[in-house]
C-alpha cells in the first residue's frame, strides 16, 4: 500500500487549501481514510475520516465546518477541503488507511498558515 498526499503549501489566514492523497496497492473503495495532522512539538491528531465508499464522514472538534473530507474512488484519492484556515491549522498532514490490522501512512504534506 502506497499513500502520496500533495497540495500542502504556504497560505494566508481566512485562506484555502485542497490537499490531495493518492492510495495505490489495495482496492480503495473498500477502505476508510483518514487525514491526521502533527504540529511541531504535538502529538498526530486526527482531522477527518471518511468511509469506505465515501458513506460517512466525522470531524475533529476545531476543523468542523471549516474543512471537507471526500473520496474519488474512481480515481483512488481522497480529498481534505481546508477553508478559512487558521495559523493553529499549520502542520504536516497525512493520509491514513488500515488494511488488514496493518496502519498506513504518507510521507505528509506542510500546510503553513501565516500573513
Known amino acids: 500500500v502506497q499513500l502520496v498526499e500533495s497540495g500542502g503549501g504556504l497560505v494566508q489566514p481566512g485562506g484555502s487549501l485542497r490537499l490531495s492523497c493518492a492510495a495505490s496497492?489495495?482496492?480503495?473503495?473498500?477502505?476508510?481514510m483518514t487525514w491526521h495532522r502533527q504540529a511541531p512539538g504535538k502529538e498526530r491528531e486526527l482531522v477527518a475520516t471518511?468511509?469506505?465508499?465515501?458513506?460517512?464522514?466525522d470531524y475533529a472538534d476545531p476543523v468542523k465546518g471549516r474543512f471537507t473530507i471526500s473520496r474519488d474512488n474512481a480515481k483512488n484519492t481522497v480529498y481534505l477541503q481546508m477553508n478559512y484556515l487558521k495559523p493553529e491549522d499549520a502542520a504536516v498532514y497525512y493520509c491514513?488507511?488500515?488494511?488488514?490490522?496493518?496502519?498506513?501512512w504518507g510521507q505528509g504534506t506542510q500546510v503553513t498558515v501565516s500573513s
Open positions: 491514513n488507511t488500515r488494511v488488514s490490522w496493518v496502519n498506513y
Open positions: 496497492g489495495l482496492t480503495f473503495s473498500r477502505y476508510a
Open positions: 471518511i468511509g469506505s465508499f465515501g458513506g460517512s464522514t
